[in-house]
T-cell receptor, first 116, second 114 residues
Framework: DTEVTQTPKHLVMGMTNKKSLKCEQH?????MYWYKQKAKKPPELMFVYSYEKLSINESVPSRFSPECPNSSLLNLHLHALQPEDSALYLCASSQDWDRGGRQPQHFGDGTRLSIL | AQSVTQLGSHVSVSEGALVLLRCNYS??????LFWYVQYPNQGLQLLLK????ATLVKGINGFEAEFKKSETSFHLTKPSAHMSDAAEYFC????????????WGAGTKLIIKP
């Protein structure tokens, strides 16, 4: 069982829709991440939150809007997405945003997003 | 810039045979090294990691990896493959040059033949 829970597991939306992806962890981790993964590719980092503050935004288009309401929750708000945004969206967490990079990240099972 | 190379996009072994998945990195400074596994329709699960200390690292599900600084390698092995090992395996590294973000290899799909 994964300790990082993502909902929904699947999402189909039109290009004009607004939807949100949710991620929750109860491991007391203070860093949380959003990744995008296309089929047969490694994950691509989108955002990093550290202590509920946005630390890294990897030049992600504004149609993706992250939010960290508290230390256990991470949302990704979606609006006016394009077909090429169809992918698996993975949430991860680690103990903190340790610039030593030693701490492993724990991943959820992802939300498979399809844009019509 | 740091890069990670996984040799072989697909590796096929017979059940019970040795599994060897190769990972090489480019940094001249030893980075932190990780192996993750991704089963179909799931997220990534940490298999093992190397940060400091003993260069032979044991992980979950009988996997281990050895950090070889001279070869800039961190190959993943398992003595005897099981059908349940069939999955995608990713090697990842982080270091100062990457601002300690994970740099991922392209992945290797492990196929187990009965």
């Amino acid at each position: 069982d994964t300790e990082v829970t993502q909902t929904p597991k699947h999402l189909v939306m039109g290009m004009t829709n607004k939807k949100s992806l949710k991620c929750e962890q109860h491991m007391g981790h203070r860093a949380m991440y959003w990744y995008k993964q296309k089929a047969k590719k490694p994950p691509e980092l989108m955002f990093v939150y550290s202590y509920e503050k946005l630390s890294i935004n990897e030049s992600v288009p504004s149609r993706f809007s992250p939010e960290c309401p508290n230390s256990s929750l991470l949302n990704l708000h979606l609006h006016a997405l394009q077909p090429e945004d169809s992918a698996l969206y993975l949430c991860a967490s680690s103990q903190d945003w340790d610039r030593g990079g030693r701490q492993p990240q724990h991943f959820g099972d992802g939300t498979r997003l399809s844009i019509l | 810039a740091q890069s990670v190379t996984q040799l072989g996009s697909h590796v096929s072994v017979s059940e019970g045979a040795l599994v060897l998945l190769r990972c090489n990195y480019s940094s001249s400074v030893p980075p932190y090294l990780f192996w993750y596994v991704q089963y179909p329709n799931q997220g990534l699960q940490l298999l093992l990691k190397y940060t400091t200390g003993a260069t032979l690292v044991k992980g979950i599900n009988g996997f281990e990896a050895e950090f070889k600084k001279s070869e800039t390698s961190f190959h993943l092995t398992k003595p005897s493959a099981h059908m349940s090992d069939a999955a995608e395996y990713f090697c990842a590294v982080s270091d100062h040059a990457s601002n300690y973000q994970l740099i991922w290899g392209a992945g290797t799909k492990l196929i187990i033949k009965p």
